[in-house]
């Protein structure tokens, strides 16, 4: 259910400018600087993600995304506003090109389709019902903080969780892994020589 709170700084971002007394010909841009952040986070963490695995890029970055969201309302300059969009475009750039990644290892391919259509029916809702509820938010609040708390805890939840229960993993060949916001048990059997290392958690993003 993280895109129930994807891209809310990205709708919100040139309209929070402007409230804050930035003139509109220099807010417009704010979408454009956001998207060509994004785009280099797609580029680029689809390249980490080749060597350290899919679930490893997404969760630090996705708890930065968070953090992005919940800081957004609160700054007031140009400069402060193109660091916002420029570290919230990468970090959401790689949330939205790994996203489906995962569904797509954990199990045999034959089965690939089933895991990732459920996977994306979720997310379009996500994406459907989000924007409507935070906007309702906005025009009943008057601003955009309470949007920034939904939006960044909704966000943040997954990226938190995943790190919580895999706290285990440095002692366990078990784990799981949070995609879209629910609980995925994984099991995988890792050698003796790996399983007291960094390295088990990143074989277990590859699997």
Not at 119 to 141: K, R
Request: with cysteine.
């Amino acid at each position: 259910m993280a895109n129930v709170s994807l891209s809310k700084v990205l709708i919100f971002i040139d309209l929070s400018a402007t409230k804050v007394g930035i003139s509109p010909e220099f807010s417009f841009y704010l979408l454009s600087i956001t998207n060509a952040g994004s785009g280099l986070g797609r580029v680029c963490c689809g390249i980490l993600a080749d060597k350290f695995g899919a679930l490893t890029v997404i969760s630090p970055l996705t708890l930065l995304c968070a953090i992005m969201t919940y800081v957004w309302p609160f700054v007031t300059t140009k400069g402060s506003f193109i660091g916002i969009g420029i570290i919230y475009g990468f970090c959401s750039g790689a949330y939205v090109s790994l996203f489906a990644a995962p569904p797509m290892i954990m199990g045999d391919m034959d089965d690939a389709r089933r895991r990732s259509g459920t996977a994306l029916t979720f997310v379009a809702l996500g994406a459907i019902v989000g924007p409507p509820i935070s906007g309702a938010i906005a025009q009943a609040t008057g601003g955009f903080r309470a949007v920034s708390h939904y939006a960044g805890t909704v966000f943040g939840r997954p990226p938190l969780l995943d790190y919580l229960l895999n706290a285990h993993s440095y002692f366990s060949s078990s784990g799981s892994c949070i995609l879209g916001g629910f609980c995925v048990p994984i099991s995988r059997e890792i050698p003796d020589d790996r399983q007291f290392t960094r390295k088990s958690l990143t074989l277990r993003s590859n699997w």
